[in-house]
């Protein structure tokens, strides 16, 4: 299976769901990550520069970005993103995911003895902590900045913030964290007991992802769900922490999703069950709260004096 499959308020809309340069795949959908990343933004604080609280439109914009990057027309671009959407935890042998860097890690995945470690694995920790760390940078920069020099800098901040969105909101969809991204033991590499009969539908990850959020979820499920307190996540290695913990807590919810659908199916054409919505909406509402955590985190963490950092 091609790791290609992995994975309301911007107007226009339509410009956002188009898939430039061809077919597209299936991914969290443009809504949900639009959806997602307005939400966050509308949580920040008030002390959260000027300049960011009234970025919302192209936050928002951001958020499905890496997605466009996706084009087997343009493969090095292609290849060169397509692993940073998910981290199969089934696979990730031992301590691995403490190393503390994703060359580290692929070193630990390959003396493990995995062939493909960036297919297999895949290295979501690690792009949502660089992206982390760039915006965090930014910040640092920005404070120490004036004239253009701010003005530009503020343009990278908006930039990484916008792109990290993407991949915190794909770290709430459990497809996202797990060999059965497509349907019970969708990667084919590793075939897992399925006692529970869950589907092995292969346009499952779409379905659910694109289709039922498009159709039956609006800016306004997610939104109210999005917790009003901040959390400052701390030092760098706390950040990290918190990445893991999140992530984890995301794949505890693969089983949950299985049986949902298992259940009555995630339908865009009927219906749907109330706990159906109210699960979706949660998923996007805590990646809402990780991004908005974390972009609070980066600001905050970015006054510390040189000498404490």
Partial sequence: MSPSLRLAWVAPLAAILAAPGGESPPRWGADGHVMAGRAALARVPDAMPEFFRESGDQLSWLNPEPDRWRSRELRPMDQGFSYDHYIDFENVPGDALDAPDRWRFIEALYGAGLIRPERDVGFLPYRIEELYQ????????WRDADG????????????????????????????????????????GAQQAPNP???????????????????????????????PRETRFLGTPDEVRRAIHAFLRDTHAEVATLYR?????????????????????AERLAAGAAMLRDLWWSAWRDSARPPSER
């Fill in 134 to 141: 760039r915006l965090l940078t930014g910040f640092r920069l």
């Fill in 148 to 187: 253009d020099e701010r003005r530009w800098i503020e343009a990278r901040i908006i930039n990484d913030a916008g792109v990290l969105g993407h991949y915190v909101t794909d770290g709430s969809q459990p497809h996202h964290t797990t060999i059965h991204f497509n349907g019970w033991n969708a990667s």
């Fill in 196 to 226: 529970e009969g869950f589907t092995e539908e292969r346009d499952f990850h779409g379905r659910f992802e694109s289709d039922f959020v498009r159709e039956h979820l609006a800016y306004n499920d997610v939104f109210f769900r999005v």
């Fill in 260 to 280: 949902l659908e298992k259940s009555a199916r995630f339908d865009p054409d009927s219906a749907p069950p109330t706990e159906h919505v109210e699960f979706t």
